[in-house]
């Protein structure tokens, strides 16, 4: 009886310790925030080029502070050398990711953050018993990843972030400090849609970058 215990006991561990190797490599989503593993093997060399606006309600204000997140939440994965679009030696680099801003709404459906705001105590009322959340405010961006040499958009795709404003106790539950350009919303339910989206953003740039772009060829894994 105890060898076969054993025995179970063992495939268990080695089933665990299999689906642990198979994404010991991608981000692990916690509540809010992406952790990515640690990572020390070759790096690629990227531009993150000035986000384009396309959302009537965002200002290149917002898509400056956007692009400075995105390149902070990049680094920190240890991935990528990222040079400036402003230096001259940025067509060394071999990847251009390129982002447009195609929804930006603060609390777009009522309440007073931000543009489009003054929903009413009724309209919050309508919205309760239909079952509608009124104070939800929506981020989504298209990225795209390009060879420099080539001007070939090798894939595309929209992430997005999305939050709730259910009033006063939530912003101080929030914590999201923003730069200077996004700083209008910082503690807000659109702050928290932004963290969301910058993060999602990151996460797929990491996953669909092709091993070949990293220096050596090869994806070095830690």
Same mark, same amino acid.
């Given at each position: +009886? ?9 495939? *268990? ?6 689906? *642990?190797? !198979? $994404?010991?490599?991608? /981000?692990?989503?916690?509540? @809010?925030? !992406? ?24 200002? $290149?204000?917002? &898509?400056? @502070?956007?692009?400075? +997140?995105?390149?902070?939440? %990049? ?17 060394? !680099?071999?990847?251009?990711? !390129? ?6 709404? /603060? ?10 705001? *003054? &929903?009413?105590?009724?309209? @919050?009322? %309508? #919205?309760?018993?239909? #079952? ?21 958009? %090798? ?12 009033? /006063? ?11 200077? &350009?996004?700083?209008?919303? =910082?503690? =807000?339910? +659109? #702050? ?12 797929? $740039? ?9 220096? *050596? ?6």
């Amino acid at each position: +009886m105890k060898p076969k215990c054993f025995l179970i006991i063992s495939c *268990g561990f080695l089933i665990i310790n299999l689906a *642990g190797c !198979a $994404i010991i490599d991608k /981000p692990v989503q916690f509540i @809010g925030r !992406a952790f990515f593993p640690p990572y020390s093997g070759p790096k690629t060399t990227i531009v993150v080029a000035d986000f384009e606006i396309k959302a009537a309600k965002a200002t $290149i204000d917002v &898509g400056s @502070g956007l692009q400075d +997140m995105l390149i902070v939440r %990049l680094n920190k994965t240890n991935r990528f050398l990222i040079i400036s679009p402003k230096d001259n030696t940025h067509k060394s !680099a071999k990847l251009i990711i !390129a982002t447009e801003v195609v929804d930006f709404e /603060p609390r777009a459906s009522g309440g007073s953050e931000g543009v489009g705001g *003054g &929903g009413s105590a009724a309209s @919050g009322t %309508l #919205g309760s018993l239909l #079952g509608v959340t009124g104070n939800k405010s929506t981020i989504a961006l298209n990225v795209r990843i390009v060879d420099t040499a080539s001007s070939k958009v %090798l894939i595309s795709g929209r992430v997005s972030g999305q939050a709730v404003d259910t009033g /006063p106790a939530s912003h101080s539950r929030r914590g999201n400090v923003l730069n200077e &350009g996004l700083a209008a919303y =910082t503690n =807000t339910s +659109m #702050g928290e849609a932004i963290n969301k989206c910058i993060i999602e953003a990151a996460e797929y $740039i990491v996953q669909n970058v092709p091993a070949s772009y990293y220096k *050596g060829g090869n994806f070095g894994k830690t």
